[in-house]
Nanobody, 123 residues
Framework: QVQLVESGGGLVQTGGSMRLSCAAS????????MGWFRQAPGKEREFVAG????????YYADSVKGRFTISRDNAKNTVYLQMNSLKPEDTAVYYC????????????????WGQGTQVTVSS
């Protein structure tokens, strides 16, 4: 079983950048495919980005493509989400999640979740 802890959230102005980190412990991080999700108030949790366990494949929601970059460092048991050109509509709680056997865009298909980190983009 793996434990996930996100960090790096906060308040940023429109057009700014922020990098989120998700540190894993308690398991073999390199066997998990990882995803970043976000949830805004009153909305469902939505897929943002995903990365395969070997980092060979990355996936992005259309709304963040070209602005966000997901990466991972298996030696550090950490996955990152670099967010550039942030918009007010990116405001949400961001979660990282882990599963085996492939990146998936559905939150219900992930086995392990972090507690989330708040990202607020001011206009």
């Amino acid at each position: 079983q793996v434990q996930l802890v996100e960090s790096g959230g906060g308040l940023v102005q429109t057009g700014g950048s922020m990098r989120l980190s998700c540190a894993a412990s308690g398991g073999s991080f390199s066997i998990y495919d990882m995803g970043w999700f976000r949830q805004a108030p009153g909305k469902e949790r939505e897929f943002v980005a995903g990365i395969s366990r070997g980092a060979g494949n990355t996936y992005y929601a259309d709304s963040v493509k070209g602005r966000f970059t997901i990466s991972r460092d298996n030696a550090k048991n950490t996955v990152y989400l670099q967010m550039n050109s942030l918009k007010p509509e990116d405001t949400a709680v961001y979660y990282c999640a882990a599963r085996r056997f492939g990146v998936n865009v559905l939150a219900r298909n992930y086995d392990y979740w972090g507690q989330g980190t708040q990202v607020t983009v001011s206009s």
